[in-house]
């Protein structure tokens, strides 16, 4: 399916089909919660596979029954030399630092853990996440930085981090209120760290769809990402780019952006194959981006 090499310590990533790639999140015995090293990675998977010209659409899943994922491995990152504790600390004796030489420290850190997640939604090709079981703060961040989002019915989501003592600082606060548009439910879920369901999730239009099983869930992805991939690389391409600018700007400035964008994409060769394939009601084939 791809001429890249993929081999990943944290995540396994298929094929499951022409031009569709499934990464599945993979510490199933920890319930796939993160620790640095596989946040580090998630940023170098979702990297290549943005510019793999062999991949148009992806899936992104948990391995196991319990969960999309527990979110941050706790007792990981409070172990001595985790990125947090780190950051608080001087290279000398573990002697504590004054308040701003720490602040410049954890604000660099929460930057890089940003950029980490980011690399979902900045990824050019659409993210579909399929969730199921327990998918608690950083699962939250990185399903709302995914471009759709389906989900079990045994899920069960958290905006957890004030129950850490923490505000979510990797992307929820930012993203869910705009995935949602709702502040009111948003504001009631993050600060009382409450557990809802996919029935609430789909009300409130968090997720897309509901199905009864991880395994229906992750096909229902699959196939949806298989119609993505069928469309132009060029088309799609520009339309997650022009709605995800749009989604951070003005009407007038996402008008401006969009015509400076087809300015070139409009002269494609994959306008002419889509209407002639129209036309003569075949389905089109496009070269790889």
Known sequence: MTDKTYTFKYFNVTFPREYVAHVEINRAEKMNAFMEAMWLELRRVFDQLSHDSSVRAIVLSGAGERAFTAGLDVQAASQEGSGLLAATKSPQQGQNLDPGRIAARLRRHIADFQDCVTAVERCEKPVIAAMHGYALGLGIDLSTAADVRLCARDAKFAVKEVDIGLAADIGTLSRLPKVVGHYGWVKEVSLTARVFGADEALRVGFVNAVYDDKDKTVQAAIDLAGV??????????????????????????????????????????DVTAAILSGLQKRTPTFEKL
């Not at 132009?232 to 600018?245: C, D, I, R």
């Open 228 to 269: 993505i991939a069928s469309k132009s690389p060029v088309a799609v391409q520009g339309t997650k780019e022009l709605l995800n600018w749009s989604r951070d700007h003005s009407v007038q400035d996402g008008l401006r952006y969009t015509s400076v964008w087809n300015s070139a994409a409009l002269q494609t060769k």
